[in-house]
């Protein structure tokens, strides 16, 4: 239902794509977040609390959580879905509601090493409840920093098992990390430009992206760029991150009844990790867009300003300067949406 890269170029240049999969509008705003908001878990008996180190942008879903973004730091966080999640439950650790996943991980960390650190030193319990469309919120997370490093965080039978390595650079969905590795050494022996699985399943998805991911630059190709001269290997590799992640979506309308996991796309984004530009590319109201940190004063901000709707609205360039009031959502507007 989701797909996550990440592309480790030259220069440096680190840069996640990601696509959201999902079989209904999740009136996506964009959100801008700041520094030093205290939050608590909206469920749980034992409620984590904590106080946001850093602002980051994020897209959020159902106006619930985030399911996307990108800190001041250059951390991205990306919670795709994942059937087989199975979380289990520690009387002694605290509880995260699973829709403060993402954001917890952004506010928190400034490194996918911090993450793990933390992650494997303080159990949690992640509360996952059912989603407004009936499906349960089994999620995995994928984190990716500055530097090119990568981990996936899945919960399989009731333990979290954290996939930690430059390595890990492709996600999808079902089945398990793990499986979905060996899927993926098994087409490795196959010549993808002759013959790739094509279907919308996340494992062919993996497959597939896993391919043209290795197989696009990571230098700048001059026959590309007659009609832009001044083109850069920069400018490239987000067209070409934009190009494998693309590859990876289902048209709009495209469902399969029997396969109630598999979804049309209906937006992506693409974080630029050292130049923290965080890329919005919506699938249902055509438009891509962007969001430069830099130009946010994460010092001065003092409350969340959302750009709201943005999947479904009209947009081009640079719109750091668009957005307006956001209120938090509440444990009872939570209660509302989905159900524990």
């Known amino acids: 239902m989701c797909t996550r890269i990440l592309y480790q170029g030259s220069e440096d240049l680190v840069i996640t794509g990601r696509g959201m999969d999902w079989n209904e509008d999740m009136a996506s705003n964009i959100v801008i977040l700041p520094r030093n908001t205290q939050y608590t878990s909206y469920a749980g008996n034992n409620p984590l609390s904590w106080t946001s180190k850093y602002g980051s942008v994020t897209t959020y879903g159902y106006n619930a959580g985030v399911a996307d973004g990108m800190n001041e730091k250059g951390l ?16 002694q650790a605290q509880d995260l509601c699973m829709v403060q996943w993402t954001q917890f991980s952004l506010d928190s960390f400034a ?10 030193s303080t159990p949690l ?3 996952s409840g059912v989603l407004p469309n009936g499906r349960g919120a089994t999620m995995h997370l994928a984190l990716s920093d500055a530097s090119g490093d990568s981990a996936i965080f899945e919960y399989v039978a ?3 098992c954290i996939h930690h390595d430059r390595e890990y650079t492709v996600m999808t969905n079902s089945p398990i990390f793990e499986e979905q590795l060996a899927l993926c050494n098994y087409w490795k022996n196959i010549n993808g430009l002759t013959f790739l699985p094509g279907s919308i399943s996340a494992a062919d998805r993996f497959v597939r992206t896993s391919f043209f991911l290795n197989a696009i630059p990571r230098t700048l190709v001059k026959n590309y760029t007659t009609a832009l001269p ?8 987000l067209a070409s991150v934009l190009g494998v992640i693309r590859s990876a979506g289902v048209p709009l309308g495209v469902q399969d009844p029997d396969k109630p996991n598999l979804s049309s796309t209906l937006w ?6 050292q130049n923290l530009v965080y890329y919005f590319d919506s699938a249902t109201a055509p438009s891509i867009f962007w969001i430069d940190l830099k130009k946010i004063d994460f010092t001065q901000l003092a409350k969340p300003l959302s750009l709201p709707n943005a999947q479904n609205s009209i947009y081009g360039g640079e719109v750091s300067q668009l957005f307006g009031d956001f209120k938090y959502p509440t444990a009872e507007l939570i209660g509302s949406i989905m159900t524990f």
């Open 230 to 237: 001044n083109q850069s290997y920069h400018q490239q590799a």
């Open 268 to 273: 992506r984004t693409i974080s630029d990790h």
């Open 158 to 160: 009731g333990k979290l």
């Open 76 to 91: 991205v966080a990306n919670l795709l879905y994942l059937a087989e999640s199975q979380y289990g439950h520690n009387p």
């Open 111 to 120: 490194t996918v090493a911090e993450a793990v650190s933390f992650f494997q």
């Open 125 to 127: 319990n992640i509360l």
